[in-house]
Each structure stands twice: as structure tokens, then as C-alpha cells.
Nanobody, 121 residues
Framework: QVQLVESGGGLVQPGGSLRLSCAASGSIFSINAMGWYRQAPGKERELVAAITSGGSTNYADSVKGRFTISRDNAKNTVYLQMNSLKPEDTAVYYC???????????????WGQGTLVTVSS
């Protein structure tokens, strides 16, 4: 069974930093793209950052220059380093894997369970 397990969320003061991790498990053969989305209360889920297996990245304008996405293909793990956090970054952050192949089954998308990030003084 394919799973994405996130970790690293929590409470941080404005201006602080957090690092999120997401590990995929379950006889993974390949993952095309991995990314992070977030959903704040009362708002739609939005893309924060994504990275392909080749290392190409994409960021939401609101996090450019503050967040960095990286990936360890050997560990099927994606990271999100979040610096200079703002209260408006408060949300549940979800890990996403797109075009994943595991045990000869192809998955268009797999989602993690989400991890809460709260930025508050």
C-alpha cells in the first residue's frame, strides 16, 4: 500500500523557520513530481511548491524567496524548508505525489494526511 507520511509541522513565531518532510513508502518504483499544498481555514487548497524527479521546481508567488523545496529520490522523500514565516502561512500542509508507480500500479496522485503549521506569536 502506497503511503505518504508527513512530519515537521508545529507552532512557530513569525519570522521563524520550519522544515517539513514527506516520505513515500510502499514498493515505490518511480515518482514523477512531488509537492506541497496547503489549505487554510475557509480557503481552497493551493499549491505551495513542487519538484520533478529531475529537480525542476515551481513555487507559489507568495512563498518565493522564503520557501525551498528539495527532494531525495533515493529515499522517495520531499522536503520543504520554510523561512521567514508569516501568520498567513498558517495552514494544513499536504504532501502530494504525482504519477507514481509502485508494485506495477500507476497512481495519478497520492496525498498525505496533512500536517498543521501555525505561525503565531
Amino acid at each position: 500500500q502506497v503511503q505518504l507520511v508527513e512530519s515537521g509541522g508545529g507552532l512557530v513565531q513569525p519570522g521563524g523557520s520550519l522544515r517539513l518532510s514527506c516520505a513515500a513508502s510502499g514498493s515505490i518504483f518511480s515518482i514523477n513530481a512531488m509537492g506541497w499544498y496547503r489549505q487554510a481555514p475557509g480557503k481552497e487548497r493551493e499549491l505551495v511548491a513542487a519538484i520533478t524527479s529531475g529537480g525542476s521546481t515551481n513555487y507559489a508567488d507568495s512563498v518565493k524567496g522564503r520557501f525551498t523545496i528539495s527532494r531525495d529520490n533515493a529515499k522517495n522523500t520531499v522536503y520543504l524548508q520554510m523561512n521567514s514565516l508569516k501568520p498567513e502561512d498558517t495552514a494544513v500542509y499536504y504532501c502530494n505525489a504525482a504519477d507514481l508507480v509502485a508494485a506495477r500500479v500507476r497512481y495519478l496522485e497520492v496525498w498525505g494526511q496533512g500536517t498543521l503549521v501555525t505561525v503565531s506569536s
